[in-house]
């Protein structure tokens, strides 16, 4: 199966997207985690996606569509890809069908996590990154048992250079403009769900899992 998790920055997509992957056991990539690793290990994809992730505006398309194809063709996944943060252009949708396509594989379901804009600031102000595993946190919607560690591994947990304010509401911008046609496009193939993604994590995770006919 090929999953794609939509939605527009802080909606909880990676949030869901490793609750699915695991449930599932699908492979879980993360355009965002993968650029944001190459920025920390200061590679020249790091520096060169950094300038664009910290003014909140996309990487360019040739670059995040390179990547995807790197990750697909080196992985043995068997029981799929889970899609977080890719597509976010109708040029990576439609580069992302030539790559499947090529390997006998489709989309099967974007799954679209609908939240309005005044509850995404407070999700992104309040979100805290572990350094060393990855594992997200919410300062009060899902806060770590001790303030700033984090419980899988003790790693420190910090603050993503894009969650400032400003940054945020470019990065909605940018969603609106260039992102959000893509529901168009896969309304228009009929595989498009839209999840109301108000509510604990708990109550997106059990809509998501009866969108995709499965309890979990
Ligand atoms: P990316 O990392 O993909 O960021 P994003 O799309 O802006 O989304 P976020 O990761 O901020 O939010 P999320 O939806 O994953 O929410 P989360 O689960 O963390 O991309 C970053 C940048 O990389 C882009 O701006 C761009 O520059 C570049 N990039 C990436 N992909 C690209 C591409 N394809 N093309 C070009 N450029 C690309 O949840 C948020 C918080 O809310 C957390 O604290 C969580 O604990 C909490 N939370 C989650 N669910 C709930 C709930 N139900 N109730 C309460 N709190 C909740
Ligand atoms: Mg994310």
Redesign the pocket.
Known sequence: MVLIIF???????????SIIAKNYNMLHI????I??AAVKQGSELGSL?KS??DK??????N??IGIIREVIKTSDSTDGYLL??????IP?AEALDRMLNSLSLKVDKVVS?EVPDGEIIS??G???VCEKCGA???KV??PPKNSDICDKCEGNLYQ?D??REDVIRK?LQ??SGQTLPLKAYYRNASILREID?????D??KSRISDSLGQKT
């Open positions: 939605g527009p920055p802080g909606a909880g997509k990676g949030t869901q997207a993360s355009t965002g985690d650029l944001r996606a664009y992730m909140g505006e996309l990487v360019p398309d670059v995040v977080d943060g890719f597509p976010r252009t990576q996590i999700r992104i309040g979100r805290r997200m946190y919410h919607y899902d993503r894009d969650d990065r940018v969603y993604g108000l509510g604990t994590i109550d997106v």
